[in-house]
């Protein structure tokens, strides 16, 4: 499998090669995808365009991050609004450099009580940085296409 590098990869023709081995250990049950942040986005679009089953994706916006939209819709990044609870989402980004996004996306997902079936990421960049959320990483399948 293919490493997504940081700063190309992700917005170059390769972007479909990813999504496609994102997609080829993405859970069968799950329906949302969701992410955070421009390479979230952007991979998780990919997966979308490319699947042959119906998927959705919600993006939730970083905390401080501000758009034009932001009266119209509030937190959230792309004017769908949230998933119903007990929705089955996998957590999909390009790569796990301290855990911070994926931990967020944990806490705002259990707050907006989500099924999460996994975490679909490339690589895992810093072991040590990624110990201080393991805690509440390691509870979900960790689906990194670098292992498959």
């Known amino acids: 499998m293919s490493e997504i590098k940081y700063g190309d990869g992700l917005y170059t023709v390769d972007i479909a090669k990813h999504a496609k081995e994102y997609?080829?250990?993405?859970?069968?049950?799950?329906k949302v995808?969701?992410?955070m942040g421009s390479s979230g986005?952007?991979?998780?679009?990919?997966m979308l365009a490319l699947s042959r089953r119906k998927l959705e994706h919600f993006q939730y916006r970083k905390d401080g991050e501000h758009s034009h939209?932001?009266?119209?819709?509030?937190?959230?990044?792309?004017?769908?609004r949230k998933p119903p609870p007990k929705t089955k989402i996998a957590i999909v980004d390009d790569f796990i450099t301290t855990g911070k996004t994926i931990a967020t996306l944990i806490d705002r997902a259990i707050k907006d009580k989500q099924n999460i079936r996994g975490i679909i990421i490339s690589k895992i960049w810093d072991e040590e940085a990624l110990k201080i959320h393991l805690c509440k990483i390691k509870k979900y399948p960790i689906l990194n296409v670098q292992n498959t």
């Open 33 to 35: 995808l969701v992410s």
């Open 23 to 30: 997609l080829a250990v993405l859970p069968r049950d799950v």
């Open 69 to 80: 939209a932001q009266d119209r819709i509030g937190k959230i990044a792309y004017g769908k």
């Open 41 to 46: 986005c952007a991979i998780a679009s990919a």
